[in-house]
């Protein structure tokens, strides 16, 4: 947990969201954003802290013996150098991934890029890199909701042989507590207080486990000619023509 902590906070997540989408979108702390109407309060959000990072490294025995500059194993003595796999095809993914090597080699650790064809990244297990969990780190696009998704990161949706290779916890993310808080949630009435309490409590705990780290939303972009009217770009709807009933031209 440290040293995923640690990673949080050597990556100057801000940088690639100013760069990137030009600052219009919001960083992310869980699998919701912050004006979800249940985002929960009292939220770990881990700051870019390069030096306090650092010290948690050190804390956890990841440290660099020889002086090169990269950090090692404390019980192998292996250099940190974990491979992150990525898509080929997407321009922003590629940019920030140069910006995510980058940022972690000031914290010692090393990290080595691939790139796959979407096709490869997201083959079915157990053969799939991602699906099948053969890889130390990945980036990747996924999906928030108005219902928080709080099902990706169950232990039971690790993707085994036992469900098919079907579950979305690539991660493989095991944790008790979250699993009870986030089943009760999924087991409750909206608007109950077991409702808002379970999912406040799944978020505090994936705040502080950080079983991934969320990076920022995906803009959502669309364009009219002139004189188009009624046309409103919602986040919680898949098509920007979700109104197009609505949608006329002025006279």
């Known amino acids: 947990v440290r040293v995923r902590q640690a990673i949080a906070m050597c990556t100057d997540r801000q940088k690639m969201m100013d760069d990137i989408l030009f600052g219009r979108s919001e960083l992310m702390h869980v699998y919701i954003p912050s004006r979800h109407p249940l985002y929960a309060n009292r939220l770990i959000e881990w700051p ?62 090393d990290v080595q890029l ?3 064809l979407s096709g490869d990244l997201y083959a079915p297990g157990p053969e799939g890199p991602l699906f099948g969990r053969r890889f130390d780190l990945s980036e990747f696009a996924w999906n928030t909701g108005v219902q928080p998704p709080c099902q990706f990161f169950l232990s039971s949706e690790i993707p ?53 780290l969320p990076l920022f939303l995906r803009l959502k972009v669309a364009a009219t000619r002139p004189g188009v009217i009624n046309f409103e770009i919602d986040p919680t709807q898949d098509s920007e023509l979700y109104n197009i009933y609505e949608i006329d031209l002025q006279e």
């Not at 009760?184 to 909206?190: D, I, R, W, Y």
């Not at 999912?199 to 705990?205: K, N, Y």
Request: proline share 4%.
């Open 114 to 116: 691939e790139y796959y």
């Open 160 to 212: 085994t042989a036992v469900n098919g290779w079907s579950g979305q916890n690539n991660s493989g993310f095991s944790n008790e507590a979250y699993d009870a808080a986030c089943l009760e949630a999924l087991g409750s009435v909206p608007g109950t207080a077991a409702y808002l309490n379970a999912h406040a409590e799944a978020q505090r705990i994936f705040a502080e486990q950080l079983p991934i």
């Open 48 to 109: 870019y802290d390069v030096l306090a990072a650092n010290a948690l490294l050190d804390e956890a025995g990841f440290v660099d013996n020889n002086g090169d500059g990269i950090r090692e194993a404390p019980t192998t003595n292996i250099p940190f150098a974990p491979t992150l796999i990525t898509t080929l095809e997407n321009d922003m993914r590629n940019q920030l991934v140069q910006y995510f090597k980058e940022d972690l080699l000031a914290c010692g650790i």
